[in-house]
């Protein structure tokens, strides 16, 4: 018995010993153990990594080319805009012009009516043909009684000159009516009656000295009407048909206006290139530069 409460005794020690170093293991386990820590916060390369990855995602590549699209579309609307204040400055121009043209021509009638006004009384209530009838002759009458150097009578040669000069002028004044009747029709902005009258006095009138004219505006009437085919067509005879027009400068500019218009830039170019070797130094070679500028622009986008 006694080695048997012996034994109990021991166990009892022991198993009190073992609890006390348990319990003394994890005073000391949580004396030693730290409190959690908070994160730092990101260093400047770790921002600039990140804005990297963010950059680099497709979401802002989209939105990059967003952009360089829009830009493209501005540039194409500037430029549409820049096409058409030029076309409201031809416009300008051409109304200008057509005023200019009116007003030289009505100068010039009043001066030739002026000087062909008769001077005896009465004559100024007769009809256009008898006064013309009266002029002759009375020019008639004074030439077969006028004498030359000398003394000699001038003869009936020059009578016949002078009726002849006398029957003539109908016929320059018929010339001349006929433009003033097409041209009247495109300063009324008439353009396809205005067309069809010029064609018919170049017809009539191939050698007259309204003809090389007749064809510019021939060529303009096609071109207001955007119908450029035609007017290239119409600016070329002009070009090829009158070598001493002073609209040849302006037709081979129209002709590159045109074959802009129909986005025929190569065509366009060669033609705007001649006009500068041909007239380098005139209004019509410097719009013929800037055109040339936008055509470069057209083709690098």
Same mark, same amino acid.
Not at 42 to 59: A, D, H
């Given at each position: 018995?006694?080695?048997?409460?012996?034994?109990?005794?021991?166990? #009892?020690?022991?198993?009190?010993?073992?609890?006390?170093?348990?319990?003394?293991?994890?005073?000391?386990?949580?004396? /030693?153990?730290?409190?959690?820590?908070?994160?730092?916060?990101?260093?400047?390369?770790?921002?600039?990594?990140?804005?990297?990855?963010?950059? +680099?995602?497709?979401?802002?590549?989209?939105?990059?080319?967003?952009?360089?699209?829009?830009?493209?579309?501005?540039?194409?609307?500037? $430029?549409?805009?820049?096409?058409?204040?030029?076309?409201?400055?031809?416009?300008?121009?051409?109304?200008?012009?057509?005023?200019?043209? #009116?007003?030289?021509?009505? @100068?010039? @009638?009043?001066?030739?009516?002026?000087?062909?006004?008769?001077?005896?009384?009465?004559?100024? +209530?007769?009809?256009? /043909?008898?006064?013309?009838?009266?002029?002759?002759?009375?020019?008639?009458?004074?030439?077969?009684?006028?004498?030359?150097?000398? $003394?000699?009578?001038?003869? $009936?040669?020059?009578?016949?000159?002078?009726?002849?000069?006398?029957?003539?002028?109908?016929?320059?004044?018929?010339?001349?009516?006929?433009?003033?009747?097409?041209?009247?029709?495109?300063?009324?902005?008439?353009?396809? !009656?205005?067309? @069809?009258?010029?064609?018919?006095? #170049?017809?009539?009138?191939?050698?007259?000295?309204?003809?090389?004219?007749?064809?510019?505006?021939?060529?303009?009437?096609?071109?207001?009407?955007?119908?450029?085919?035609?007017?290239?067509?119409?600016?070329? !005879?002009?070009?090829?048909?009158?070598?001493?027009?002073?609209?040849?400068?302006?037709?081979?500019?129209?002709?590159?206006?045109?074959?802009?218009?129909?986005?025929?830039?190569? !065509?366009?170019?060669?033609?705007?290139?001649?006009?500068?070797?041909?007239?380098?130094?005139?209004?019509?070679?410097?719009?013929?530069?800037?055109?040339?500028?936008?055509?470069?622009? +057209?083709?690098?986008?």
């Amino acid at each position: 018995m006694q080695r048997t409460f012996l034994s109990s005794v021991l166990l #009892i020690v022991l198993g009190v010993g073992l609890a006390a170093q348990s319990i003394a293991e994890e005073s000391a386990t949580a004396k /030693s153990a730290k409190p959690a820590t908070i994160p730092p916060p990101p260093t400047t390369e770790e921002r600039v990594e990140r804005l990297e990855r963010l950059i +680099n995602s497709q979401g802002l590549v989209d939105i990059l080319l967003r952009l360089e699209n829009l830009q493209k579309d501005v540039q194409n609307i500037q $430029g549409d805009n820049e096409v058409q204040m030029h076309k409201l400055d031809e416009l300008r121009k051409r109304q200008r012009e057509l005023y200019i043209d #009116i007003d030289r021509r009505l @100068l010039q @009638l009043e001066r030739k009516q002026t000087g062909r006004a008769p001077v005896a009384v009465g004559k100024s +209530n007769l009809p256009t /043909s008898a006064r013309t009838a009266v002029t002759a002759a009375g020019n008639a009458a004074h030439v077969n009684h006028g004498t030359v150097a000398g $003394g000699k009578p001038t003869g $009936g040669r020059r009578t016949a000159v002078a009726a002849k000069a006398v029957v003539g002028e109908p016929e320059q004044e018929t010339e001349q009516e006929a433009y003033q009747k097409a041209f009247n029709l495109l300063r009324e902005l008439r353009y396809n !009656k205005a067309g @069809l009258a010029f064609r018919s006095f #170049i017809e009539k009138y191939p050698e007259g000295r309204y003809a090389h004219i007749a064809q510019y505006w021939l060529a303009e009437a096609s071109y207001a009407q955007r119908d450029f085919r035609t007017a290239i067509a119409d600016y070329q !005879k002009l070009i090829d048909d009158y070598a001493g027009s002073p609209k040849r400068a302006e037709a081979m500019l129209k002709i590159g206006y045109s074959y802009y218009e129909l986005k025929d830039y190569p !065509k366009a170019q060669a033609v705007l290139e001649q006009l500068l070797a041909a007239y380098p130094s005139t209004t019509e070679a410097g719009q013929a530069q800037n055109l040339l500028q936008k055509i470069k622009i +057209n083709n690098a986008s």
